[in-house]
């Protein structure tokens, strides 16, 4: 009996110094954080998202030299393109590739306030949760609370940016000229639904490339709300 009273104690002793240095490894200052602060700090960094990577989009060839969201021409344009190449008319087709990503590129300048507004006013009901998911959990999440409304919003600054850049014009000689080529079906695609879309596809992923980088890096948590939320994932 006393052999085995010896043991349980051993075992507590032993349970509990282990249970200490897990404690003592836990990152300090992070107790007693809520779900609103925790909260705040996916905000922040879905805003960082927007302020170091979005902002990169609006530039000339944001989208265009950006391998990882360059708008590459729809499915039932792919033969458009090719056809235009394999008769020597590559300049053209570049020019057209070009004006799209242009658009895109204009209208995500113009768009970027709608974007930190829908941040400002997301609700995170398990922000936790978020946090601890995977390393785009947030920015899916804004993805899955705003896509709808900033579609609404983002398609017509599309449709002006196309006019605005000469789009609409340049994609017309485009298809002009490829429909008047011998042997090929006429086309007419929706350029503008298909590049608002990929234009949201890639804000949204460059606001995940920002998320990644402070969930991964402590370096990247520039500020004591980041510092203090995100070593509770760490």
Not at 70 to 95: C, F, M, N, W, Y
Not at 194 to 205: M, P, S
Request: proline fraction near 3%; aromatic fraction near 6%; charge should be negative.
């Amino acid at each position: 009996m006393k052999r085995l009273m010896l043991c349980v104690l051993v075992f507590q002793l032993v349970g509990c110094a282990e249970l200490q240095q897990v404690v003592n490894q836990l990152p300090q200052g992070t107790t007693g954080i809520g779900n609103d602060q925790i909260a705040q700090g996916l905000r922040e960094a879905l805003n960082m998202g927007i302020e170091k990577q979005v902002n990169k989009l609006t530039s000339e060839n944001g989208f265009y030299r950006n391998e990882l969201v360059k708008i590459l021409l729809p499915e039932e344009l792919q033969k458009v393109d090719k056809t235009l190449r394999d008769v020597g008319l590559s300049s053209l087709a570049d020019e057209g590739l070009r004006i799209i990503n242009r658009a895109a590129e204009d209208a995500v300048g113009e768009a970027t306030p709608i974007f930190v507004d829908a941040v400002k006013g997301i609700t995170f009901n398990d922000a936790k949760q978020i946090l601890l998911g995977n390393d785009n959990a947030a920015t899916q999440y804004l993805q899955q609370a705003t896509r709808t409304q900033l579609y609404d919003k983002f398609n017509p600054i599309i449709k002006n940016s196309f006019q605005k850049v000469g789009a609409d014009q340049i994609w017309s000689n485009i298809i002009t000229k490829y429909n008047s080529l011998p042997l090929t079906n006429n086309v007419n695609p929706d350029l503008t639904d298909y590049t608002t879309n990929e234009a949201l596809e890639g804000v949204y992923t460059m606001i995940a490339v920002e998320e990644k980088e402070i969930r991964t890096k402590v370096s990247s948590r520039t500020t004591d709300l980041l510092k203090k939320v995100f070593a509770l994932q760490d």
